[in-house]
């Protein structure tokens, strides 16, 4: 089956500064690549997601990118706030299956 | 309704006892998902159903766990003779298809096994 790492398990910046998460998968045949952003007691929520016939996609100031050849993928988040402290959580699946998250990354914008 | 709703939101049970779970996905949302996610990790697949067929329960971690979907819309994932790891939070989210998608998840029914 599939086995997801995520790095690092907490991240902390300064308001401002750039954060980046990293997760490399083990099935080749895993094509979808979403991120999950889960704040304190609420449910994770979608944030960003990624196919395998694209290599990067970018949504304002959050930006994924996907390396298919090394197994590969990472979340970049710019000119980070207050409010983007919580728990990130990547996943892989494929077609019709299910989704192997991660084990999270607790990142915290400082002021 | 306007989101994935599940009940309760919290459980206690003293270690032996059978709880229910109870999850109401989006209106028309084909595919149907439990996770467990234990505190500080990321959530774990327990099982997934299309419509009303339970197509994968890999992840369901013994024989006293139980999920179920007879009518293609709410679910309910029972577990019999709880045991102290089976604390956790549990997850359902729902898809629209039943092709991968963005996963639309409840807000966890959190259990506590005494």
């Known amino acids: 089956g599939e086995n997801v790492e995520q790095h690092p398990s907490t991240l902390s910046v300064q308001e401002g500064d750039s954060a980046v998460i990293k997760c490399t998968y083990s099935d080749s045949a895993s094509n979808y690549f979403p991120w999950y952003k889960q704040e304190l007691g609420k449910r994770p929520q979608l944030i960003i997601d990624?196919?395998?016939?694209?290599g990067e996609k970018k949504d304002q100031r959050i930006a994924v990118t996907l390396n298919k050849t090394a197994k590969h993928f990472s979340l970049h988040i710019t000119e980070t706030q207050p409010e983007d402290s919580a728990v990130y959580f990547c996943a892989a699946g494929g077609t019709a299956s299910k989704l192997t998250f991660g084990t999270g990354t607790r990142l915290q914008v400082t002021l | 309704g306007a989101g994935v709703s599940q009940s309760p939101r919290y459980k206690v049970a003293k270690r032996g006892q059978d709880v229910a779970l109870r999850c109401d996905p989006i209106?028309?949302?084909?595919?149907l998902f439990w996770y467990q996610q234990a505190l500080g990790q990321g959530p774990e697949f327990l099982t997934y159903?299309?419509?009303?067929?339970?197509?994968?329960k890999s992840g369901l971690p013994s024989d006293r766990f139980f999920a179920e979907r007879p009518e293609g819309s709410v679910s309910t994932l029972k577990i019999q003779r709880t045991q102290q790891e089976d604390s956790a939070v549990y997850l359902c989210a729902s898809t629209r298809t039943g092709n991968t998608g963005e996963l639309f998840f409840g807000e966890g029914s959190r259990l506590t096994v005494l």
């Open positions: 209106s028309g949302h084909v595919s």
């Open positions: 159903f299309q419509n009303e067929a339970q197509l994968d």
């Open positions: 990624i196919r395998s016939n694209v």
